[in-house]
């Protein structure tokens, strides 16, 4: 029996993210089951080619359609049972994909594995064996039952490393996880809503993930925890495993960080181990939109954080929102004065209108007026259309927007000066009678 799994990715797009959680499903099924017959791909021609006997299909909200199509095309071409999982599945049960037969609610390594064993054993998905299995919704006739909640797994260790084997390695950029979820609560953050408990795997795991990933790959590694600065003693150990293997002198890192937790010695740490860029949430420089959005950080930490990184030569990714039902013009004016006073130091930074998650507070404090749910283009428009700001109009959001977005950071800097040296260059070539740079070979 062969399984099929693929990531719903946009059109035309090649993603350079690594499948982190079918890479999962993959080594879990195989230390588990011994199961190994699992093709991963993100390409439905691949996919199809391939001829699997149940397909798998993991999904972010926003490709929700990209997904409806890939699913369209497997009962098509194959009418194979079809599983869907993912953070779309977990936090939006009730808007699965028409055709999907069975969703898995979170944490899929377990689940995935007990289906197979099903499939297996009886040849078939039937309703009397799915509903003994925990965290599942399944199509019986026309309705879809929901089965009791799955446990989490207990301890991260149980889950073997991700089986990047199965991927064209050179394709990526090579990503790690340390941990699972997170324990802060913002108010439009779906991370805590997605995996309830934040749990860790221990540093002897993440070594070894970290030595086969360093051995095998690339020069760069994303550690893409939503927040890998939760404590210092965290940094400390891996920033001094690091250095003990003299892993920094071939591998620069990337990780996410958040201002409250951070201070001099983490950046001491993280510049030791040889981290280049860090991420960071900065959301806003407005106090009563932070207090809004339950960040637990002030401008003044937002302000600390980038000074500090700017010391010592890491560069800052930030991410800032706009549209805050509360949010006034003064507001976002803060924030984009912020922006703007920083604009030396930043590297670079990502601006976004607010979206209400399901699940979230800001879900919550929207619900009153939000308009009634019938199908998933009216979710989709509540999720990423509509503006939710009580006091500005779509068009003064926009505009704001835009201003924000035209600031130059150090990183549009660095490519204008970048461009600028190119086209010196081929006019001082041109000068000295050369027709292209070939001619100096
Ligand atoms: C790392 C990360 C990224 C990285 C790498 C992305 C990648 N594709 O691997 C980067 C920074 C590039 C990124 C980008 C984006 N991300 Co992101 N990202 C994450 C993060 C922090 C971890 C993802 C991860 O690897 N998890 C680890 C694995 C183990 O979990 P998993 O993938 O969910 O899989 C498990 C289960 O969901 C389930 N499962 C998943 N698929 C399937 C399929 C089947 C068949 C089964 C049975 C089970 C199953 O089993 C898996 C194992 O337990 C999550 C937040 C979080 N903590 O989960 C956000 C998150 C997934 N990202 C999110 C979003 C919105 C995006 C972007 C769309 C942002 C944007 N506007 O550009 C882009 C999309 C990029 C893309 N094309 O994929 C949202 C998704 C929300 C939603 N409703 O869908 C999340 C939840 C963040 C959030 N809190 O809102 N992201
Ligand atoms: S925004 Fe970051 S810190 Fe806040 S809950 Fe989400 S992952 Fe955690």
């Not at 893409?224 to 620069?252: A, C, H, N, P, T």
């Not at 619900?367 to 979710?379: A, F, G, N, Q």
């Not at 428009?381 to 150090?410: F, P, Q, V």
Request: hydrophobic share 35%; aromatic share 12%; proline share 5%.
């Amino acid at each position: 029996m062969k399984l099929g799994l693929i990531r719903a990715a946009g059109k035309n797009e090649t993603s350079p993210y690594e499948p982190l959680g079918l890479l999962y499903i993959a080594s879990y099924l195989e230390k588990y089951m011994n199961f190994k017959d699992v093709i991963i791909t993100e390409n439905i021609d691949t996919l199809l080619k391939e001829k699997p006997d149940i397909a798998g299909i993991s999904i972010y909200t926003i490709y929700l359609s990209e997904a409806e199509e890939i699913i369209n095309k497997i009962k098509e071409e194959l009418g194979i049972p079809v599983i869907v999982g993912g953070p779309h599945v977990t936090l939006l049960p009730d808007f699965l994909p028409d055709k999907s037969d069975i969703a898995v609610i979170g944490e899929g390594e377990q689940t995935i594995l007990e289906l197979l064993e099903l499939y297996l054993r009886e040849k078939k998905f039937d309703p009397y064996h799915l509903v003994k299995i925990p965290g599942i919704i399944f199509k019986d006739g026309s309705k879809r039952i929901k089965t009791q909640p799955r446990e989490l797994i207990y301890s991260l260790d149980l889950i073997p490393p991700p089986k990047r084997e199965l991927l064209k390695k050179h394709y990526y950029t090579p990503k790690i996880l340390t941990g699972r979820g997170c324990p802060y609560k913002c108010a439009f953050c779906s991370t805590p809503v997605l995996w309830h408990k934040f749990r860790m795997f221990s540093n002897d795991y993440i070594y070894k993930e970290l030595l086969q990933i360093v051995d095998s790959s690339g020069t760069r590694i994303d550690i893409v925890d939503d927040l890998f600065s939760i404590s210092i003693q965290k940094i400390k150990d891996f920033s001094k495993f690091i250095v003990s293997r003299g892993i920094e002198k071939e591998v620069s890192f990337y990780v996410n960080i958040r201002a409250d937790t951070f201070n001099e010695e983490m950046c001491y740490l993280l510049k030791k181990m040889n981290t280049t860029k860090v991420f960071i949430g900065f959301e806003s420089a407005s106090e009563k939109i932070l207090k809004f959005y339950n960040k637990k950080q002030t401008v003044a930490d937002n302000q600390r954080v980038i000074d500090l990184c700017y010391t010592y030569d890491i560069q800052i990714i930030g991410s800032f929102i706009i549209g805050a039902p509360i949010e006034t013009r003064k507001d976002i004016k803060e924030t984009y004065n912020f922006i703007y006073k920083n604009s030396e130091k930043i590297y670079n930074f990502a601006c976004s209108f607010l979206s209400p998650d399901p699940g979230t507070a800001i879900w919550e404090y929207i619900k009153p007026v939000m308009p009634e749910i019938k199908t998933i283009d009216d979710l989709l428009e509540i999720m990423y259309s509509t503006n939710w700001s009580e006091h500005l109009t779509t068009e003064e959001l926009i505009n704001y927007y835009r201003k924000i977005c035209s600031i130059e950071t150090a990183c549009h800097k660095h490519l204008n000066n970048h461009l600028k040296r190119v086209i010196k260059f081929s006019t001082d070539l041109n000068r000295a009678g050369f027709q292209s740079p070939l001619d100096l070979l």
